[in-house]
């Protein structure tokens, strides 16, 4: 059952609101992709959790005032499906650490330094049971 702001499950009830409405678009997307919900909440629970602890205020800020989840929201379910089997890369660009999955148009999450980028890069794969790629500050990878 998909959720939103008003009606979502009960764990999520004591979330600061961000975290909550990240909780409630992770686990609508984790339900389109055929999760049942005794699966979706406590994913949605820890990488909402994980995601507001590594985003800058820039990202909690904007997130905050983006668009509210919907029951009828929709997601890109075939390329949500790709990237699941894809490494997870870790770069410096514009003077700071990323985290990326391979392909994704966009960087996950940004660190001031490369352990802390390295230390989510290796959370998120050990979740999706793929592998970290690491690159140097100068853009060549590393083994």
Known sequence: MPWNLS?????FKNF???VKKKAIDIANALLE?????????PIATKQAKVWADNASPEELRSY????RPS???EHDSKANAQLLDNDVLVYFEEEEWKVR????????STHAKKEQALA???EI??????????YTKDGERQD
Do not use: L
């Not at 009606?7 to 764990?11: E, F, G, R, V």
């Not at 992709?33 to 909440?41: F, L, P, S, V």
């Not at 999955?101 to 996950?108: F, P, Q, S, V």
């Open 7 to 11: 009606d979502y499950p009960d764990s």
């Open 16 to 18: 600061d609101h961000v």
């Open 33 to 41: 992709e055929g999760y049942d919900d005794g699966q979706a909440i």
């Open 64 to 67: 905050k005032y983006s668009d």
């Open 71 to 73: 029951k009828a929201d």
């Open 101 to 108: 999955t391979k392909e994704a148009k966009r960087a996950e």
């Open 120 to 122: 989510r890069a290796k």
């Open 125 to 134: 794969a050990a979740n999706k049971e793929t592998s970290v790629i690491t």
